[in-house]
């Protein structure tokens, strides 16, 4: 058996197929960053699928001009504050939730964990008007506090792992803690928490690549006028009298794109162990 999974992990077929489908995945960001250096005028004459030549490279101007825009700054602020925020308040909320539902053995925490479940195949479309009129009658249509409703839309997949791996945390390290003293609270920071590291650090960088990304959630919350993420920002990413700036605006989705790419790299063996304790012991 492991001979035969070796020789298709090993499998000359397999690698080329592999390797083409890397490249298709990765061919629209390198000719987003192959127009991020072109001048104006050689991406919407010349061509947007041409390399940039000696005439048409604008090196890390359409860069300058991207942080130099009206609003870069502040968008990309809003966005690390929206990303950490709701990432942070995942983490803590749906992992306390998931030590309850394991160690609770009750009607109601099955019945918590079967609705965190089913809430992964509901559609957004099927609740994003009603949502947005909800958002504004609770007054969670700022930066601030939208990391409230993304901790409803990301408590499914968390609840989720982090309930898979609990089930193999063995309960008497919680009952020795408790007899030398801890209370519940003490239990969960001083011994739970530091266990959960593989699953908190994958599912952390799963749900921050989701809030970093998303732009439909925040285009039906916050307030265009007065609040715009980066994704946003993109969507109305506008030079003088109205004319798109094509090169500026290449420059800013790679300007985008690459901090959720780092912490990506720097975390992608921990998403595999974390999916795979999660998702299938216990």
Not at 72 to 95: E, N, R
Request: with cysteine; hydrophobic share 50%; aromatic share 14%.
């Amino acid at each position: 058996m492991k001979s035969k999974r070796r020789s298709f992990a090993n499998s000359p077929f397999w690698t080329a197929l592999m390797t083409v489908v890397c490249v298709i995945y990765l061919y629209p960001i390198f000719m987003v960053f192959m127009n991020s250096l072109k001048v104006e005028t050689a991406i919407t004459t010349s061509g947007a699928f041409t390399l940039p030549t000696a005439d048409t490279f604008a090196g890390l101007s359409n860069y300058a001009n991207a942080i130099g825009a009206k609003g870069f700054l502040v968008s990309f602020g809003y966005t690390a504050f929206i990303t950490v925020s709701s990432v942070v308040l995942i983490l803590i909320c749906c992992s306390m939730c998931a030590w309850y539902i394991t160690r609770v053995n009750s009607a109601a925490s099955k019945v918590m964990y079967y609705l965190c479940v089913f809430s992964m195949v509901v559609p957004f479309q099927m609740v994003m008007f009603t949502l947005s009129s909800l958002a504004d009658k609770l007054r969670l249509n700022t930066p601030w506090n939208i990391c409230i409703i993304y901790l409803g839309f990301g408590a499914g997949l968390a609840v989720f792992m982090f309930t898979g791996f609990m089930k193999t945390i063995p309960v008497e390290i919680e009952e020795a803690a408790m007899i030398d003293g801890c209370n519940p609270i003490q239990t969960y920071f001083k011994v739970v928490f530091p266990i959960l590291r593989p699953t908190m650090v994958s599912v952390g960088i799963l749900e921050a690549m989701w809030v970093w990304n998303d732009y439909l959630l925040p285009t039906l919350v916050l307030d265009i006028k007065k609040y715009r993420t980066i994704s946003m920002l993109i969507q109305y990413f506008r030079g003088s009298y109205g004319r798109v700036e094509m090169g500026p605006m290449m420059a800013c989705i790679m300007l985008t794109i690459f901090p959720i790419v780092v912490v990506y790299l720097l975390g992608q063996k921990h998403i595999i162990k974390g999916v795979v304790a999660g998702a299938v012991k216990g």
